[in-house]
């Protein structure tokens, strides 16, 4: 894998799940995403930089506790594959999150962003509080900026 | 009576850009005009041949090792010390304006604050000065990224924000797609007009900053130009500043393949690998993009593009020296003019840099114009001096002691002045870890009319390696004198005063956060 980060979260596994299989609240957690529409199997993740990535969600394995996309555009990637997987610990949750990418120019981009997600994930399942950049779907609707 | 600092920088500008220097082709009269009322200096060199390392090099008055910005898409850590908050907090009003990148650029979640204040729009953190800075406006290298420039650009002159080169292509790799009449690298014809241009709109940033300032305030103004460094896209309405036509090729550059690549040769493998576009050491230059297609009308297609973004460089601080002066502060203003690092523009047959300690990328102008009130007789200075010096003359400008974490010490101001400090050396350092596992590692120093590298083990050298170049017998450096036995023993003593110098590598690196 091109990139993997791992975290320990104070919560069940049950819970740190119930958010990461949930593909439309990845903005929730994600610092520098506003939005994460999804339509089927499309995510469009808005960033905060102004841009956007379309994504496909590839499985959503309850079983394992394991999720799994891939980055389809705008750019082009000759290869990606993002892996979320939730997994028992002593200390509650540990989370892995793996990309693997050709070519590698944004490694180093996804690592420091993963490694962010990361602390913003046990920072929306342990404290509840949400990413800095993240827009509620009602409000963006409402003041139409979607 | 107020004291005052512009601090002017370009960014990966030559030696010999400026006329001063012996520059024959771009007209830089301001700058020569500062150069032959202060100090010039005719061998500074950079302790870092990219933009962040150097920069940081410059904010902070350490070397890379103590910053710990050891490569490009390492970010300065927020809690870094740096002059403009030592002057800050003296009670100075501080200001940049232009290219700072202490912060990675490519920066899509917006992790960083810099990325945050150039998209919102805000000058500066939250209500925060950021890195001692009042007030900061950003620009980069043309409309595209995360800063005031493209914000204000999209405002005022939406038309032309597809006008500038494309710095990335579609897979997100830096852009290997030729343009102008030539085919050239990360040349491009720019319909953007001169005054939306980013080199007039950092000038103009600057004097809006300045205007609101008091008449008895200190101040420090840092006026970071993106330019010359590449793509080269001016504006087209100034291309008849110079024609490459009629541009002779640079002396750096060996027209004769053959001579040309036993030069790369004799040097590390490293040089030879980038040339054949075996080796991506630097993920600034195009991904794709491989030195040995490189043809003679490209490079004076280059050369041209780039001195023509050096004499609108010139202008504009032309006109910002015109303001300033019509305020009455010239008198005790100090002119500090440099850049972060140097550009190969055609030398040895390559282009943009890299992990080449030469002078095409290391030897960089410099000159210190002190206020005229302070009385300084204008002088050349010959004995090397690094940008790790710039923080602390400064901070002797200003009247402060130059605080332990710099490294540097202030500039000499004569030739006389220098021979009375200790044994001038100055340090170059080199380390880049690419995903691709690519792994180059350096440490230079100039000294006694040396430039002596060392390679450390990499995936392109054992660690046995390392050139040793005389000045002032090989200008050019085409001689690498490092398996010279006749020189076996020069070249040991410097590399055990390489080991004194430098200081302790971390004991863990700072994590590359972006490739640039």
């Known amino acids: 894998m091109d990139v993997c980060r791992e975290i320990v979260i104070e919560a069940a596994p049950a819970d740190v799940w119930v958010v990461v299989s949930a593909p439309e609240r990845q903005a929730e957690w994600f610092p520098g995403m506003v939005s994460s529409a999804v339509d089927g199997s499309t995510r469009t993740i808005v960033t905060a930089a102004g841009g956007f990535l379309l994504e496909e969600v590839l499985d959503i394995d309850h079983a394992r506790r394991r999720f799994e996309y891939r980055i389809t555009g705008p750019f082009r990637l000759d290869h990606h594959r993002g892996r979320i997987t939730v997994s028992d610990d002593p200390g509650g949750s540990r989370v892995v999150y793996e990309q693997e990418l050709e070519p590698k120019a944004l490694t180093y981009v996804l690592d420091g962003a993963v490694g962010d997600a990361l602390e913003g994930l046990r920072d929306l399942v342990v404290n509840g509080r949400t990413s800095r950049s993240w827009v509620p779907p009602d409000s963006t609707s409402e003041e139409g900026t979607t | 009576m107020a004291t005052r600092i512009l601090f002017v920088t370009t960014d990966q500008q030559r030696f010999d850009a400026l006329g001063c220097n012996g520059g024959r082709i771009a007209r830089t009269p301001v700058i020569d005009g500062l150069a032959a009322a202060g100090v010039r200096y005719e061998r500074a060199h950079p302790q870092n041949v990219v933009c962040m390392p150097s920069r940081a090099t410059m904010l902070t008055g350490q070397h890379v090792r103590n910053h710990g910005v050891w490569m490009n898409g390492v970010p300065l850590p927020a809690d870094a010390p740096t002059v403009a908050g030592l002057l800050h907090d003296s009670g100075w009003r501080t200001g940049l304006f232009g290219k700072a990148h202490f912060e990675p650029f490519l920066d899509p979640f917006l992790r960083f604050p810099q990325n945050r204040m150039g998209v919102s729009g805000a000058t500066d953190d939250e209500g925060r000065p950021h890195r001692g800075f009042d007030r900061m406006e950003f620009a980069g290298h043309g409309s595209a990224g995360l800063f005031h420039y493209g914000g204000w650009l999209r405002e005022h002159h939406r038309e032309h ?120 050491s630097n993920f600034e230059a195009p991904a794709h993009w491989v030195p040995a297609t490189m043809t003679p009308d490209q490079v004076r297609e280059v050369d041209a593009m780039a001195h023509i973004e050096n004499e609108l460089i010139d202008e504009a601080l032309g006109r910002l020296l015109a303001a300033v002066a019509a305020r009455g502060w010239d008198d005790d203003l100090h002119v500090v003019f440099t850049t972060d690092h140097g550009e190969f523009q055609g030398d040895h047959g390559l282009l943009f840099k890299g992990p080449f300690h030469v002078d095409s990328l290391m030897r960089l102008p410099l000159v210190w114009r002190p206020a005229p009130s302070a009385g300084v007789t204008p002088s050349v200075v010959a004995d090397p001096v690094g940008l790790v010096d710039l923080a602390p003359t400064f901070c002797r400008i200003a009247g402060l002691g130059v605080p332990e974490w710099m490294d540097g010490a202030p500039l000499p101001i004569s030739s006389d002045d220098a021979m009375a400090r200790s044994r001038p050396a100055v340090l170059t350092e080199w380390d880049s870890v690419h995903p691709d596992g690519a792994e180059v590692h350096m440490q230079t120093v100039t000294l006694d009319g040396m430039v002596c590298t060392r390679y450390e083990a990499g995936t392109c050298h054992d660690g046995t390696e390392g050139e040793l170049w005389d000045l002032a017998a090989d200008p050019l450096q085409r001689t690498n004198l490092w398996d010279d036995p006749d020189r076996r023993v020069l070249r040991d003593d410097l590399v055990a005063e390489l080991d004194v110098l430098l200081p302790d590598r971390p004991f863990e690196p700072l994590r590359v956060e972006s490739p640039v």
């Open chain 2, 161 to 280: 924000m597809g006008s500038f080169y494309p710095a990335l292509d579609g897979t997100l790799d830096v852009n290997s797609a030729g343009g102008g009449d030539t085919g050239a690298p990360q040349v491009h014809r720019n319909e953007t007009p001169r005054e939306a241009y980013h080199t007039d709109w950092v000038a103009d940033r600057a004097l809006g900053w300045l205007a609101g300032l008091d008449d008895d305030d200190d101040w420090f103004c840092w006026l970071s130009f993106p330019d010359p460094h590449h793509p080269w896209d001016p504006p087209a309405s100034e291309l008849n500043r110079v024609s490459w036509r009629d541009l002779d090729l640079p002396a750096g550059y060996p027209s004769d393949v053959t001579e040309r690549e036993a030069a790369l040769d004799a040097k590390g493998a490293h040089w030879r690998r980038w040339y054949d576009g075996d080796l991506v």
